[in-house]
């Protein structure tokens, strides 16, 4: 089959490699419709995230029609049209009973590799590096998907794939960014980011009952698309963050800020921006912290830090003393997707929301390595990219 | 020396430890901006040098980080600063300008690394008080299983469940009175097998055993089950002590438990939470095997698997 393959920094390859097939009495192998280029991949295109091979097949966005199952798998048939979530889980373990499934305790067969790092192990998740498990991804044609029987969302509708496809990941992870708020009546969120994630959170907090949700960037296409999601928009360029939330806010500062950034913020002064770069390039750092050092000092005081934006490794200049004396709360995680499947997916039934307003581009598989330097370059307005595997 | 002065050593193999692992993040996620720093950025053989490097750092670290005494594995340390400082050393040869000047800088902070690593490492090789040679290496781990405690008991007790999980296991057959048969295949096809009887079991609660005499590798363990508070499943917790005899056998019995034992074991115990909870092992493409300390050093790329 076609996948498109990781060939070192900033380089992918559409290569030809072998059909998958069922390891597990638990697996299903997945014919690919349609499958998505994520801010994640980005971090791995970069090289930012360790423990990448050369030819480790990329992708945690997917979806597509189950072909072949595993003895064991008695929830799916050949021929259904599933949604996979990107984190890999049983559904048996103590994590997986409390909902916390990219935490899954059995699903990273390299938990050994990622407890060195993290202390403890993260679940595996699709074409994520070898500390999360090794699996191959979805921008291939084919997929083999461990514990079908638990993870996978059945659509049996005759929605199309671009409003299903995004429960894959990006829709549920607004959405968890914006419940880790707690919203109350009244509330005024802000959201670093207006990326895919950042724009779904925005959508998702209106959703959850916030009052103004303020949104972060220097891209004004994308501005513009949370705009139309509904956001008051701040380009960081322009204006400075910290001064305009806080006028916005009448001093109070936002109740819940949403970190939709990650490790490879950008930062407005040169001067900052290269010395960051320079501890990241060297590894003191291994993240460049911007957008979640300016989310705490803005957020108001007991307020909470929402982290949806990935991080992989250490950061620096972390301002702990806000963070404490404020009385602050952290919340984060990669995002529990199987816990928000079946009410996400009855929001886009019933037309709370329409998924596929994040759409840029349709690629075929072939042209995937243009779609990710137009992504993470933003050329020609990329906002997000599907990749047609068989087109 | 004193047991402070032992703990300070433990300290600083700790803390270079955890360099070696910011060390070699960097060089595996940016060898380009690494060999620019140290000058060698013209080479194109320089990317793939500090690609290695960075993995040796990496295996240093695991090392440091992942034993309980550290500070005799920073030889291993000692070992890698000598061949950075000799590529160093072979670098600024050809080199002239600012480019030698960032190579000499580079050598000088490996040659600090090395003087801290040579310290530690000698210092720790003068003998504990009263340490005697240790024939006889014995291991723990733990872990927590979603299952109750009469259902992980009767897996475990069912010795033939065994091999499902201790990957080196070719088979355990048991053969009444308490008494069972274990074959392992050790390198090159060696079989190694053994008699082991038990010593203890008490229902739900521990099973002990021990090779009988005559044993090619003398051995002897115990498994422990408690409630895991609050609802949370079963604590079990493994011993093995084992004493690995002269010889080919020795040998190969050494080289099967590898570099990392007690990884061993902990990975043991992850399968057989696996195969508890979810029925299987977990299997990647990288991973093909399941849960393998050595595979988790050599994955295969995430492809399918022919
Ligand atoms: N937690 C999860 O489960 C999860 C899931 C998917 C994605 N993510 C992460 O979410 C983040 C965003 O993903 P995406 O697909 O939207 O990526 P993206 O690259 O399309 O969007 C990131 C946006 O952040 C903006 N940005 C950069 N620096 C900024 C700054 N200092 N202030 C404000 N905005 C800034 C960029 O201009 C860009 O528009 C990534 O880190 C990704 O890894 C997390
Ligand atoms: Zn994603
Ligand atoms: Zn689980």
Same mark, same amino acid.
């Given at each position: 089959m076609k996948a498109n393959c990781w060939m070192g920094r900033n380089t992918v390859e559409v290569q030809e490699v072998p059909d998958p097939?069922?390891?597990?009495?638990r697996d299903a192998i997945v014919r690919i419709t349609s499958s998505a280029i994520c801010g994640s991949d980005l971090h791995l295109y970069d090289g930012y995230i360790p423990t990448m091979k050369k030819g480790d097949v990329l992708g945690h966005e997917f979806m597509g029609e189950v072909v072949e199952v595993g003895p064991?798998?008695?929830?799916?048939?050949?021929?259904?049209?599933?949604?996979?979530?990107? /984190?890999?889980?049983?559904?048996?373990?103590?994590?997986?009973?409390?909902?916390?499934?990219?935490?899954?305790?059995?699903?990273? /067969?390299?938990?050994?590799?990622?407890?060195?790092?993290?202390?403890?192990?993260?679940? @595996?998740?699709?074409?994520?590096?070898?500390?999360?498990?090794?699996? /191959?991804?979805?921008q291939a044609q084919y997929a083999r998907v461990p514990y079908a029987d638990f993870g996978p969302i059945k659509i049996e509708d005759d929605l199309p794939d671009e409003q299903v496809l995004f429960l894959s990941d990006i829709f549920p992870t607004g959405w968890m960014g914006a419940e880790m708020c707690d919203i109350k009546?009244?509330?005024?969120?802000?959201?670093?980011?207006?990326?895919?994630?950042?724009?779904?959170?925005?959508?998702?907090?209106?959703?959850? @009952?916030?009052?103004?949700?303020?949104?972060?960037?220097?891209?004004?296409?994308?501005?513009?698309?949370?705009?139309?999601? @509904?956001?008051?928009?701040?380009?960081?360029e322009e204006v400075d963050v910290l001064d305009a939330l806080r006028d916005l806010t009448a001093g109070r500062g936002p109740d819940a800020c949403i970190d939709a950034v990650g490790m490879e913020a950008h930062y407005p002064v040169p001067a900052i921006q290269a010395y960051d770069r320079a501890k990241q390039a060297t590894r003191m750092e291994t993240d460049r912290p911007y957008a979640l050092r300016e989310a705490i000092l803005a957020c108001r005081n007991g307020g909470t830090v929402s982290v949806i934006g990935v991080y992989g490794g250490l950061v620096d200049k972390f301002p702990m003393g806000s963070f404490m004396n404020r009385s602050l709360t952290m919340k984060t995680g990669q995002c529990?997707?199987?816990?928000?499947?079946?009410?996400?997916?009855?929001?886009?039934?019933? @037309?709370?929301?329409?998924?596929?307003?994040?759409?840029?581009?349709?690629?075929?598989?072939?042209?995937?390595?243009?779609?990710?330097?137009?992504?993470?370059?933003?050329?020609?307005?990329?906002?997000?990219?599907?990749l047609r595997p068989w087109a | 020396m004193s047991e402070k002065n032992h703990r300070t050593h433990e300290r600083l193999a700790t803390t270079l430890g955890w360099a070696s692992l910011g060390l070699g993040v960097a060089q595996l996620a940016a060898p380009g901006a690494i060999s620019r720093l140290s000058g060698l950025d013209d080479s194109p053989w320089a990317g793939k040098?500090?690609?290695?490097?960075?993995?040796?750092?990496?295996?240093?670290?695991?090392?440091?980080?992942?034993?309980?005494?550290?500070?005799?594995?920073?030889?291993?340390?000692?070992?890698?600063?000598?061949?950075?400082?000799?590529?160093?050393?072979?670098?600024?040869?050809?080199?002239?300008?600012?480019?030698?000047?960032?190579?000499?800088?580079?050598?000088?902070?490996?040659?600090?690394?090395?003087?801290?690593?040579m310290y530690t490492a000698m210092r720790a090789n003068r003998p504990m008080p009263g340490a005697g040679p240790e024939p006889i290496t014995n291991l723990r781990a733990s872990i927590t299983v979603?299952?109750?405690?009469?259902?992980?008991?009767?897996?475990?007790?069912?010795?033939?469940?065994?091999?499902?999980?201790m990957i080196h296991l070719e088979s355990v057959e048991t053969i009444g009175g308490g008494y069972s048969h274990w074959k392992v295949r050790g390198p090159a096809h060696k079989v190694i097998e053994w008699d082991a009887e038990i010593v203890e079991d008490r229902e739900e609660q521990l099973i002990a055993w021990r090779s009988i005499e005559g044993a090619t590798v003398r051995n002897s363990g115990w498994v422990r089950f408690t409630d895991a508070p609050g609802g949370r499943g079963t604590e079990v917790r493994v011993r093995i002590d084992y004493e690995a005899p002269a010889g080919k056998l020795g040998l190969a019995f050494a080289r099967l438990l590898g570099e990392h034992p007690e990884q061993q074991v902990r990975d043991d115990l992850r399968r057989f939470k696996q195969?508890?909870?979810?029925?299987?092992?977990?299997?990647?493409?990288?991973?093909?095997?399941?849960?393998?300390?050595?595979?988790?050093?050599?994955?295969?790329p995430a492809q399918p698997v022919r």
């Open positions: 097939r069922i390891l597990n009495p064991r798998v008695s929830t799916l048939r050949v021929g259904d049209r599933v949604v996979v979530p990107f /984190p890999i889980a049983c559904g048996d373990c103590l994590a997986c009973a409390h909902g916390m499934y990219s935490v899954c305790e059995n699903s990273n /067969p390299n938990a050994g590799l990622a407890e060195k790092l993290m202390g403890h192990a993260p679940a @595996g998740i699709f074409g994520y590096s070898h500390m999360l498990g090794g699996y /191959p991804g979805g009546p009244g509330d005024v969120i802000a959201v670093w980011g207006a990326g895919p994630v950042g724009q779904f959170a925005v959508a998702s907090a209106y959703l959850l @009952g916030a009052e103004r949700v303020i949104c972060i960037d220097r891209f004004p296409y994308r501005l513009d698309i949370a705009a139309r999601a @509904g956001a008051e928009t701040l380009d960081y529990h997707v199987q816990r928000y499947l079946e009410p996400l997916l009855n929001k886009i039934r019933e @037309g709370a929301i329409d998924p596929s307003f994040v759409i840029s581009h349709h690629l075929p598989l072939e042209e995937a390595p243009r779609g990710y330097e137009m992504f993470k370059n933003k050329e020609n307005h990329c906002n997000k990219v599907v | 040098a500090i690609r290695l490097v960075g993995i040796r750092e990496l295996l240093h670290a695991a090392a440091l980080l992942g034993t309980r005494r550290p500070a005799p594995m920073t030889w291993t340390r000692v070992a890698g600063d000598a061949m950075d400082l000799t590529m160093l050393g072979r670098a600024m040869a050809n080199r002239d300008g600012p480019r030698r000047r960032r190579v000499a800088a580079a050598s000088a902070a490996v040659a600090g690394i090395t003087l801290a690593d979603n299952r109750p405690r009469q259902e992980v008991y009767r897996f475990w007790r069912s010795l033939e469940n065994l091999p499902r999980f195969v508890m909870e979810t029925g299987e092992v977990t299997r990647s493409e990288g991973s093909p095997e399941g849960t393998r300390a050595q595979r988790q050093l050599f994955q295969r």
